[in-house]
Each structure stands twice: as structure tokens, then as C-alpha cells.
């Protein structure tokens, strides 16, 4: 499996301007996953800890856990193992040795997957997997929470492409390498999760669902900032420089997230406001240049410019 999964993730890697300019935030390659050999209770389920997670979220490393759906009977039984691995793992700066691929088994259409993938410091944040089935679940439902799964969305998901969906339902016996694109309100949060749950299974008891090389990847915001024009047609900032106060017009009422990082891409403050004219306090802050990321939820637009506090 992992031979073909390599090309496709090479090709996809030179090919994809939008993945080429992005860093990896966190990644499996399975090469080091146990496994079960029987069912068990899914309750007892270990957490698959990340291969690799980027240092700027050390202390933050992802993870996925196989779970049974809420409302599936006690006495469920299921497991995950690992399968024959490829002889190349690479995914960008990434090379390991050949290894395993995870094997999600049925009775999958009472299971979840969730990957707990923190996103703090970066932008654009874009899931990858390589898949395949085994007279498993081929309809994957994809969703995610921006706060640890206490609620989940579906909004802003989309192929490579930019084509919305929902479901995929493209995996076959052969594997293939795929892409998962989220708006912006996924970035920069330490509590994203990205839930899958299957079905179209023809089989209740036997067969599985194949994942490799996951990953997540995105902009760091050091990276995003360096891109920051000092102007913005649709905000207007003054005084610039300042001391005590920024005033930003907009062009919109909508509600607006917004979020303060300095030169390296750390966020100083964030804060919500709504209209058209909002009051930025400066008075604390050391003096030096600062940029500005204003995002409306309503319409998914983000905008950002930069200020210099005297």
C-alpha cells in the first residue's frame, strides 16, 4: 500500500502550490502503533499518540482515538490493528523507515475516529490521509470541534479542489491519497479536533478501513505576517503609528474575530467586536510593529494589516 501511497504523496507535494508553501504541524506514519489482535471493549481502546509533531506545539501533541458512538450498545466490541506498511514514509521534511498503516475494523458503522490536532500558530490548516478499504466503510462523514468535541461543525469543508462536501466517498481497495481543506475558523486553535465517522459497509463483522500517512499541515503565522501588507483596501487604521489607541473602519457590521500577533507570529490578545468601528488599546504594549487579523464568522472573510506602537 505505502509504495503507491508515497507517489501520490510526492506528486501532490511538487504539484499543489498551496501544500508546497505549507510546514507540517502533525503526522503519522503508523510505523510504531500497536494494535489489538481480538476485539475488545471500545472503552479500552488506547489513544494513537502522533510521529511527529512540530516543536512550535511541544507540549501539544495529537493523538487519535477510536470511539464508540454515542447511543451504541455497552457490549459493543471492535478494535484497531496495524496492516503491512510501505516501504517509503515521507511527508514533506518527514522520512522514516518502511512500517504499518492503521486498520480500523467493523463493526465501524457504531465507531468514530477522532484526531485531536491542535492548530495553535498556524493558518490555512489543510487534513491529509492515505486510505483504502477492505470490505470496509467507504463513506467517511467528516466534522470537526473547535473545542475539544463539546460541539461539532460541518461548515467550510472542502476538497483540494475547493468542491464542498461533507461525505467522502471516494476510497476503494486501492489505495489513494486524499485531501481535506477547512476554513479559516480552524486555524490557530489548541482545541481543534477532526471527527470521521463511516459507513457504507457491506460487512457488520469482519473487514476494515485503512489510514496512512496522516497529517496536518498549515501556515505558521511567523510565515503569515512576513506577508502582511501595512495597508488593507478594506480597513482603515489610524493613527498609525500610535501610543494609546488604534482605530479600525471596516467596511462591514459583521461580527469580527479579532487577533493582535507580533513579528514572530505570537498571538498577544484576541477579543470579539461587532460593527463597522472598533477600539484597539495599545497602551500595553512594548513598543514595536504588530499585525492585525480581523475574520467574520458570518461570511468566512479575513482580513489583516500591521500597526507600529510608539
Same mark, same amino acid.
Given at each position: 500500500?505505502?509504495?503507491?501511497?508515497?507517489?501520490?504523496?510526492?506528486?501532490?507535494?511538487i504539484s499543489?502550490?498551496?501544500?508546497?508553501?505549507?510546514?507540517?504541524?502533525?503526522?503519522?506514519?503508523?510505523?510504531n502503533?500497536?494494535?489489538?489482535?481480538?476485539?475488545?471493549?471500545?472503552?479500552?481502546?488506547?489513544?494513537?499518540?502522533?510521529?511527529?509533531?512540530?516543536?512550535?506545539?511541544?507540549?501539544?501533541?495529537?493523538?487519535?482515538?477510536?470511539?464508540?458512538?454515542?447511543?451504541?450498545?455497552?457490549?459493543?466490541?471492535?478494535?484497531?490493528?496495524?496492516?503491512?506498511?510501505?516501504?517509503?514514509?515521507?511527508?514533506?521534511?518527514?522520512?522514516?523507515?518502511?512500517?504499518?498503516?492503521?486498520?480500523?475494523?467493523?463493526?465501524?458503522?457504531?465507531?468514530?475516529?477522532?484526531?485531536?490536532?491542535?492548530?495553535? /500558530?498556524y493558518?490555512?490548516?489543510?487534513?491529509?490521509? =492515505? =486510505?483504502?478499504?477492505?470490505?470496509?466503510?467507504?463513506?467517511?462523514?467528516?466534522?470537526?470541534?473547535?473545542?475539544?468535541?463539546?460541539?461539532?461543525?460541518?461548515?467550510?469543508?472542502?476538497?483540494?479542489?475547493?468542491?464542498?462536501?461533507?461525505?467522502?466517498?471516494?476510497?476503494?481497495?486501492?489505495?489513494?491519497?486524499?485531501?481535506?481543506?477547512?476554513?479559516?475558523?480552524? /486555524?490557530?486553535?489548541?482545541?481543534?479536533?477532526?471527527?470521521?465517522?463511516?459507513?457504507?459497509?457491506?460487512?457488520?463483522?469482519?473487514?476494515?478501513?485503512?489510514?496512512?500517512?496522516?497529517?496536518?499541515?498549515?501556515?505558521?503565522?511567523?510565515?503569515?505576517?512576513?506577508?502582511?501588507?501595512?495597508s488593507?483596501?478594506?480597513?482603515?487604521?489610524?493613527?498609525?503609528?500610535?501610543?494609546?489607541?488604534?482605530?479600525?473602519?471596516?467596511?462591514?457590521?459583521?461580527?469580527?474575530?479579532?487577533?493582535?500577533?507580533?513579528?514572530? =507570529?505570537?498571538?498577544?490578545?484576541?477579543?470579539?467586536?461587532? =460593527?463597522?468601528?472598533?477600539?484597539?488599546?495599545?497602551?500595553?504594549?512594548?513598543?514595536?510593529?504588530?499585525?492585525?487579523?480581523?475574520?467574520?464568522?458570518?461570511?468566512g472573510?479575513?482580513y489583516?494589516?500591521?500597526f507600529?506602537?510608539e
Amino acid at each position: 500500500m505505502k509504495r503507491k501511497l508515497f507517489t501520490l504523496i510526492a506528486c501532490l507535494y511538487i504539484s499543489s502550490g498551496q501544500l508546497n508553501a505549507q510546514s507540517l504541524i502533525h503526522y503519522w506514519d503508523f510505523n510504531n502503533t500497536g494494535g489489538y489482535t481480538h476485539p475488545v471493549p471500545p472503552s479500552s481502546l488506547a489513544l494513537i499518540p502522533t510521529d511527529y509533531t512540530d516543536t512550535l506545539l511541544t507540549g501539544h501533541a495529537g493523538a487519535i482515538s477510536y470511539l464508540a458512538l454515542s447511543g451504541t450498545t455497552g457490549n459493543a466490541l471492535t478494535y484497531y490493528t496495524t496492516a503491512p506498511g510501505d516501504t517509503v514514509n515521507i511527508q514533506h521534511s518527514v522520512t522514516n523507515a518502511a512500517g504499518n498503516a492503521v486498520s480500523f475494523q467493523n463493526p465501524s458503522d457504531s465507531m468514530e475516529a477522532r484526531f485531536y490536532v491542535p492548530s495553535t /500558530g498556524y493558518k490555512d490548516v489543510i487534513f491529509n490521509f =492515505g =486510505g483504502q478499504v477492505n470490505n470496509g466503510a467507504y463513506h467517511l462523514q467528516f466534522s470537526y470541534s473547535l473545542d475539544s468535541g463539546a460541539h461539532w461543525l460541518t461548515t467550510g469543508i472542502k476538497s483540494v479542489n475547493g468542491v464542498p462536501f461533507q461525505t467522502f466517498d471516494s476510497l476503494t481497495s486501492a489505495p489513494t491519497f486524499n485531501t481535506v481543506v477547512f476554513d479559516s475558523t480552524v /486555524g490557530d486553535n489548541n482545541k481543534l479536533v477532526i471527527r470521521v465517522t463511516f459507513s457504507g459497509s457491506p460487512l457488520r463483522t469482519s473487514g476494515s478501513t485503512v489510514f496512512d500517512n496522516v497529517s496536518l499541515v498549515g501556515t505558521p503565522f511567523k510565515a503569515a505576517v512576513a506577508n502582511i501588507s501595512s495597508s488593507n483596501s478594506k480597513i482603515i487604521l489610524y493613527p498609525n503609528p500610535a501610543s494609546k489607541t488604534i482605530n479600525i473602519k471596516t467596511a462591514s457590521p459583521n461580527n469580527k474575530n479579532v487577533k493582535v500577533y507580533s513579528t514572530t =507570529g505570537k498571538e498577544i490578545f484576541h477579543f470579539s467586536a461587532y =460593527g463597522q468601528n472598533i477600539t484597539l488599546p495599545i497602551n500595553d504594549l512594548p513598543s514595536g510593529m504588530y499585525y492585525i487579523l480581523l475574520y467574520e464568522p458570518e461570511t468566512g472573510k479575513q482580513y489583516d494589516t500591521k500597526f507600529i506602537k510608539e
